[in-house]
């Protein structure tokens, strides 16, 4: 039997960064509110000839240095993105384009928002496990500043852009063990995005992101707690085999409670919410890699992946890295 290996992680964030003081200038907002309430202190925004296409080409490039492995040797690529860069064709087709690697599949996985990267890397999994495709792409990039309402303090101080790719290649050796996706859509208006596509005609319709942040951060704790459990269930696994939790990075209380319900210490989860914000499908391929480049994650570690976001959807994967 195959497994997935993840064998190369990359990462890109835009060289502008937007700290909490910038945006004390732009809504009625402070830094300490938003680190208390958060633990965000700045994030990046992406510049105006950026896009979810060319930062995902920038953090493919890194993640197929990584690896060691040439474009031509990737036989799938799926993106998760809520920001592509066009409806159609798919931001992975014009990324395959880029990479001049025309004739395997590529797709966009767009309307999973935060919980994008864990679904894309299970639709992969199951392609690489079944002999089909021998090495793919999985890729979260955003540009979260466009979708965002600046002067809604509530939102407008949440997110960043970024694009964070892992590149899975098929092995004889444990990789990721499994995945576990949910969604429940009766939590449908509990955040959403509105497209020009949907508006009724005659009707003002807002086109930036909506959000009811408290009941989201309920929910979320409880389905991720339930999640974990079901995860380590499924690999007759305890807590305690669990080395890394990486989290969609989306509140640092919500992260402390799963930290906690894992019994992990702080130490043991990576985090980049702080100096990147939520970058929504991008975050936790962002996470991985950082931690996997500065050696705090190593070869042989049980990693938990969580995502969550519009939906609701969200899921996990559990890794032996
Ligand atoms: N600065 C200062 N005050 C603010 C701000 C701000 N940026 N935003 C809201 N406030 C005020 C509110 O108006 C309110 O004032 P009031 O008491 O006078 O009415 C007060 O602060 C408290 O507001 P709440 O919304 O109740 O604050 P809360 O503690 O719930 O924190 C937050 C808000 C940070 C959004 C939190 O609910 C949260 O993180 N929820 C989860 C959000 C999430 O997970 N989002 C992403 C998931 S999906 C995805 O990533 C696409």
């Known amino acids: 039997m195959k497994y997935s290996k993840i064998i190369g992680t990359g990462g890109y964030l835009p060289e502008k960064v937007l700290t909490n003081y910038d945006l004390e200038k732009i809504v009625d907002t402070s830094h300490q509110w938003i680190v208390e309430r958060t633990g965000i202190h700045q994030r990046h925004i992406a510049a105006s000839n950026e896009s979810s296409l060319t930062m995902a080409e920038e953090a493919a490039r890194v993640a197929m240095a990584a690896a060691n492995i040439s474009s031509a040797d990737i036989g799938m690529i799926i993106i998760a993105t809520t920001t592509p860069e066009k409806i159609f064709p798919s931001t992975a087709c014009l990324l395959q384009q880029r990479l001049g690697i025309a004739g395997c599949p590529a797709f966009d ?7 994008g990267f864990v679904y894309a890397l ?3 999994d199951q392609f690489i496990r079944q002999g089909a495709v021998n090495n793919a792409l999985v890729i979260g990039s955003e540009v979260m500043s466009r979708v965002v309402d600046w002067s809604d303090r509530a939102v407008s ?4 852009d970024g694009a964070g790719a892992v590149l899975l290649g098929a092995s004889d050796e444990p990789g990721i063990l499994s995945t576990h996706l949910h969604a429940d859509g009766t939590h449908k208006d509990v ?9 009724p005609t005659g009707l003002e319709t807002e086109l930036y992101m909506q959000m009811n942040g408290k009941q989201l951060f309920k929910l979320s704790v409880n389905i991720l707690g339930q999640l974990f ?4 269930a499924a690999n007759h696994l305890q807590k305690s085999d669990v080395d890394w939790l990486v989290p969609h990075q989306a509140n640092i209380r919500i992260i402390e409670g799963m930290a906690k319900k894992l019994d992990l210490p702080m130490e043991r989860v990576a985090i980049t919410l702080d100096e990147q914000g939520n970058t929504s499908a991008a975050s936790i391929p962002l996470a991985l890699d950082k931690a996997i480049r500065d050696q705090r994650i190593k070869r042989g570690d049980m990693l938990m992946l969580e995502g969550f976001g519009g939906g609701l959807a969200w899921g996990s994967a559990l890794i032996k890295y």
């Open 109 to 115: 996985l767009n309307s999973t928002a935060c919980a």
């Open 122 to 124: 299970s639709i992969a």
């Open 157 to 160: 101080i949440l997110f960043g």
């Open 191 to 199: 955040l959403f995005l509105q497209n020009a596509l949907g508006k």
């Open 229 to 232: 459990d079901e995860t380590l």
